[in-house]
C-alpha cells in the first residue's frame, strides 16, 4: 500500500501572533512494502507528518494519497477505513491502555471493526504473539500489572490485532533499556519480513535506523531533505551533522580507518558489515 505526499504544507495557528509552519512543500512517495525510518531533530516536522499519513491532521494545502485516493477528500466512513489501513503507534502507547485484561486490549479495534468473534480470538492471539509475549500466559492478566517492556508490546499488538498495510511508529523504543528496544524492534522487523506491509519507522537512534531501514527520510525544519537508501543518506555526515543528526557510530569509524587503509570501504555502518571489512582489509595486508 503506497503513500504519495504532494505539496504538503501544514501551518499550526494560522493568521495568529503563534502561527508556525511545520511543514514546507513535501512531496515523496513512499514505495509499498518497505522499511522507511523517519529522522530529523526535534521540531522538524516528523510528528506532523506522520499524522497526515492516516488523516489525523489535515493539510493547510496539499495531500497524502494512499494508493491513489486522496485520503481527505473521502467520506468519514472512508477516512475512519484509512485509519485502521494506516496503524499510528504514538510515543508512550502504553498510556492508552484501559481494558481490564491484555486480550480485553488488543480486541478492541477488531470489535470496531466488527468482525466476527472467531476472527476477534484469532487477530487476538496473532497479535500478542507477534509482539513475542505467550498468549496463553498473558491473555487474562491486567496489562496494568505488567513490565513497562511488556505494556509497551500490549499497545502495539493493538494496532497490530487491526492488521494494517502500513505500521507507523514514533519513536516506539523510548524510554527502554537496550534489552526492551531490541526485542521491540526485533518484532517488529519480524512481522515486516512476514506480512511484507509498509513500516514507518521514527526513530533518533542512527544504529537502529542503519540496522532495520531500507530508505532513510530525512527532515529539516519542516522540508523533506532527503529520501534515499541509508548507505546514500550516510554519506551526507557534515551536512546531517549541520542538522542537529549523525550518523551510526561504525560510520565514523569507517571513515577514519579510511585515511590510513585507503583501499576499506567506509559506506559501512552496522557493527557486522564493518567487522567483515576491517577483517578483508586487515587480513589481506598481514598476508602481504
Known amino acids: 500500500m503506497s503513500l504519495k505526499i504532494e505539496h504538503l504544507d501544514h501551518i499550526y495557528a494560522a493568521g495568529s501572533p503563534f502561527e508556525f509552519q511545520a ?11 518497505c522499511f522507511i525510518a523517519l529522522i530529523g531533530h526535534t521540531g522538524s516536522g516528523k510528528s506532523t507528518l506522520i499524522q497526515h499519513l492516516n488523516g489525523l491532521i489535515e493539510p493547510t494545502s496539499g495531500t497524502v494519497y494512499l494508493d491513489g485516493q486522496d485520503i481527505f477528500d473521502q467520506s468519514k466512513e472512508d477516512l475512519i477505513k ?36 472467531d476472527e476477534i ?28 517492556g511488556q505494556m509497551r508490546r500490549v499497545a502495539i499488538a493493538g494496532v497490530l490485532a487491526m492488521r494494517p498495510k502500513v505500521l507507523i511508529l514514533d519513536e516506539p523504543t523510548a524510554g527502554l533499556d537496550p534489552h526492551g528496544r531490541d526485542m521491540i524492534l526485533g518484532q517488529i522487523q519480524k512481522l515486516h519480513k512476514a506480512a511484507h506491509n509498509t513500516v514507518i519507522l521514527v526513530s533518533h537512534s542512527m544504529e537502529d535506523v542503519g540496522r532495520y531501514a531500507d530508505r532513510i527520510l530525512v527532515m529539516y525544519h519542516g522540508k523533506a531533505v532527503y529520501y534515499d537508501t541509508p548507505t546514500q543518506v550516510f554519506r551526507h555526515v557534515d551536512e546531517l551533522e549541520k542538522m542537529g543528526l549523525a550518523v551510526p557510530q561504525v560510520k565514523y569509524l569507517m571513515r577514519a580507518l579510511k585515511k590510513q587503509y585507503p583501499e576499506i570501504n567506509d559506506d559501512l555502518f552496522t ?3 564493518a567487522r567483515d571489512e576491517i577483517e578483508r582489509v586487515l587480513g589481506r595486508e598481514h598476508h602481504v
Not at 89 to 115: C, I, M, R, S
Not at 124 to 143: F, H, N, Q, R, T
Open 23 to 33: 511543514l514546507k512543500d513535501i512531496n515523496v512517495e513512499l514505495e509499498d512494502g
Open 82 to 117: 484509512t485509519r485502521f489501513s494506516v496503524g499510528l503507534v504514538f510515543q508512550y502507547p502504553e498510556h492508552q491502555l484501559f481494558e481490564e485484561t491484555v486480550a480485553k486490549d488488543v480486541a478492541y479495534g477488531p470489535k470496531n471493526l466488527k468482525l466476527p468473534e
Open 121 to 148: 480470538h484469532e487477530r487476538v492471539k496473532w497479535a500478542i504473539e507477534m509482539v513475542g509475549l505467550d498468549y496463553g500466559k498473558i491473555k487474562d492478566v491486567s496489562p496494568f500489572e505488567l513490565s513497562g
Open 271 to 273: 557493527v557486522e558489515d
